[in-house]
């Protein structure tokens, strides 16, 4: 398991909106989904109002997001996978 750092945007009324989340993940697929998802649950947003520019693997210090580190440490990060 893995954290990446997802950069996208969301269509807002005629606007698109940058947001950048950082998710624990095994592979980058499963990491673009799980951010699908967020954005989905959080912001309503379908598939077709998302796009992702950038996704990439960060090691476990540059994480900020508290919910990725502890989903990481949780799930076999630091401890094999």
Same mark, same amino acid.
Do not use: C
């Given at each position: 398991?893995?954290?990446? !750092?997802i950069i996208g945007n969301y269509k807002q009324g005629n /606007?698109?909106? !940058?947001?950048?989340? %950082?998710? @624990? +993940?095994?592979?980058?697929? /499963? +990491? /673009?989904?799980?951010?699908?998802? =967020? =954005?989905? *649950?959080?912001? #309503?947003?379908?598939? #077709? %109002?998302? !796009?992702? %520019?950038? @996704?990439?693997?960060?090691? =476990?210090? /540059? @994480? *900020?997001?508290?919910?990725?580190?502890? #989903?990481? #440490?949780?799930?076999g990060g630091e401890h094999g996978e």
């Amino acid at each position: 398991m893995k954290i990446y !750092r997802i950069i996208g945007n969301y269509k807002q009324g005629n /606007e698109w909106i !940058r947001i950048t989340k %950082e998710v @624990a +993940a095994k592979n980058k697929n /499963e +990491a /673009e989904d799980y951010f699908y998802s =967020l =954005l989905g *649950s959080i912001y #309503r947003k379908k598939r #077709r %109002e998302i !796009r992702i %520019e950038d @996704a990439y693997s960060i090691p =476990l210090k /540059e @994480a *900020s997001d508290p919910r990725a580190i502890y #989903r990481y #440490r949780k799930f076999g990060g630091e401890h094999g996978e």
